[in-house]
């Protein structure tokens, strides 16, 4: 009774057996390039594999039946086969190449919109004019969350620095135009060189802590964008002039040509700023000037 019954069960497992097969062979792309690790599977079921490091798949275990094998790897299009199974299947498949249409891709040089995942402050052109009149560039950031500026002369003008988050100058990020700055042995930037360039500045944005800028030193505690050349449709000359405590006073005069044949533009600025000092032996003598020509196009 008992060998009669071990027969019967053994008599089924290898009718189950015998009514399972394989699928094999090996997935390449149109140039006979083998595939390595694409996914290899029959839809809505357990039966899936990957190809291995020369393309080669196997799945077995399959009952006998009409499937659709379905293979699918990056950047290429999904391939689906319609296969009937009745014998261990082997077949040799190749997928197509294909390629994803993407947005339009804008590069904008460290600069950072509303939706950017950081911390930073805009000003334009006319919140500039009204915080600036002789003090240096980070002065303009004196209001804003997370700086602290400093003065060696106590009045804003000569040596001046800035601190954001705690960082010091070695460690803030500054361009002009999206050119860096920072002085390339001490990393620091030295206002002092850039008397009045507030004049002649159309925006700036100040990124706190890490941001997206790659160029000038490492950019640990802030970035600071500075941009100008604005196109001006009409010819201008200003004059610029101020005076305030400790004998400090500013004379500057600015000219634009305008759009020349809408095509070409010259721009020129000269300041000279002078002060005492709020401390002894701290005063200032500082002149310079800015020049640009310009070419507008399309472009």
Known sequence: MKNACLFVILFFYVSVLSGQYSISGKLTNESGEQLIAASVFIPDSNF???????????????????????????????????????????????????????????????????????????????????????QDVPYLFRMMPSVVVTSDAGAGVGYTGMRVRGSDATRINVTINGVPLNDSES????????????????????????????????????????????????????????????????????????????????????????SDGYIDRASSDLNSWYFSAARVNEK
Request: with cysteine; hydrophobic share 35%; charged share 20%.
């Open 48 to 134: 899936a594999g990957i190809t291995d490091d020369r393309g080669n798949f196997k799945l077995e275990g399959i009952p006998a039946g009409n499937y659709k094998l379905k293979c699918s790897y990056v950047g290429y299009e999904d391939l689906v086969v319609d296969i009937i199974l009745n014998d261990n299947l082997t077949m040799d498949l190749s997928m197509k190449g294909t390629y994803y249409k993407l947005d339009e891709i804008q590069l904008i040089a460290n600069r950072l919109e509303s939706s950017s995942p950081f911390s930073y402050s805009d000003m334009n052109k006319e919140e500039i004019e009204e915080a600036h009149s002789v």
């Open 187 to 274: 990393h620091g930037v030295f206002w002092v060189d850039l008397p009045d360039f507030a004049s002649s500045v159309e925006n700036i944005q100040l990124q706190r802590g890490v941001g997206p800028s790659t160029n000038g030193a490492g950019a640990f505690g802030a970035s600071i964008g500075l941009n100008t050349g604005q196109i001006y449709q009409n010819s201008f000359v200003e004059i610029n002039t101020s005076y305030g405590s400790l004998d400090t006073k500013k004379f500057g005069v600015s000219m634009n040509t305008g759009l020349i044949n809408d095509a070409f533009q010259i721009e020129g600025r000269y300041s000279l700023i002078q």
